[in-house]
């Protein structure tokens, strides 16, 4: 699965008990604070289609929320052994319901468009700066780890990954920050780079849908482009909804691991 995930920029790990059982656990957690009105006002976005949920499942720095295990399993151990033993955040809950996607607030009609025909496709980390919306390195993963939460067809807004893609990007983002120190890659706005290697993937990368059930679990290269499905015609998931938890630890930002690492 490692060459897989190096090779393709990403790969579905096989189904595991503890990793059932720390998604049963989790999305316990998880449905408390969609729950929480306060939760719901910030997180509930694209018309009541999507719970964005950043930070959202209360972990521990070893994955496990009140009452639960830690996070372990193949997809975990494997990640390790490439990007080393980084803490884990506090996961995204992110849940996708009948109907998405509509316009998020503050959309305007060409990136509504976007959502709709090209799913959103994004590298992660890569954040709007200013008035302009100017891309910038902000946020450094080392990976993303996908850990579905509830039972959803591959109808249900899968995630979707451009295999290949992230060979596209590292050679994009190696030459536009050619003569830049590390530290400072922050701070230079990559968005024509970015765009141009979008349009390259477009064109020469297959999209892929990943569909997974709990107790799976997927990683996804932190280079790669990706995004999420539209609901599909007679899409089947459980009452509430799409739910996948993502981890996306981080390197720090003084050192070149972003593109150096593996």
């Known amino acids: 699965m490692v060459e897989r995930l190096l090779t393709r920029g990403w ?5 595991e008990t503890a990793v059932a059982e720390w998604a049963d656990a989790a999305r316990g957690a998880a449905l408390a604070r969609i729950a929480d009105p306060v939760h719901r006002a910030e997180w ?3 018309e009541g289609t999507w719970f964005v949920g950043v930070d959202t499942l209360p972990n521990d720095a ?3 929320v009140p009452g639960g295990l830690p996070l372990s399993g193949a997809a975990q151990a494997a990640l390790r052994g490439l990007y080393g033993d980084l803490p884990l955040h506090r996961g995204q809950v992110s849940v996708i319901y ?4 509509r316009p998020r607030k503050g959309e305007g009609e060409g990136a509504f468009r976007y959502r709709l025909k090209r799913d959103a496709a994004h590298v992660d980390g890569l954040l709007a700066v200013g008035a302009d919306r100017r891309r910038m390195l902000k946020e450094r993963h080392a990976y993303i780890l996908g850990l579905p939460l509830t039972r959803a067809d591959a109808r249900a807004s899968p995630l979707v990954v451009w295999e290949g893609s992230h060979h596209v990007m590292r050679r994009a983002f190696e030459a536009a920050f050619a003569d830049v120190p590390p ?3 922050g701070e230079v706005d990559v968005t024509d780079a970015y765009q141009a290697a979008r349009r390259e993937v477009f ?3 297959q999209r892929i849908a990943v ?6 679990a997927y990683a996804v290269h932190r280079l790669a482009l990706h995004g999420v499905a539209p609901w599909g ?5 459980a009452d509430e909804g799409r739910m996948i938890a993502y981890f996306r630890p981080e390197f720090a930002m003084r050192d070149d691991k972003w593109l150096s690492a593996p």
């Open 98 to 101: 009948p109907g998405y996607p």
């Open 233 to 237: 015609t007679e899409a089947e998931a």
């Open 211 to 216: 569909p997974a059930t709990p107790g799976e």
């Open 62 to 64: 070893t994955g496990a």
């Open 203 to 205: 064109e020469t990368c």
């Open 11 to 15: 790969a579905v790990f096989p189904a």
């Open 44 to 46: 509930l976005q694209c």
């Open 183 to 185: 530290g400072r890659w």
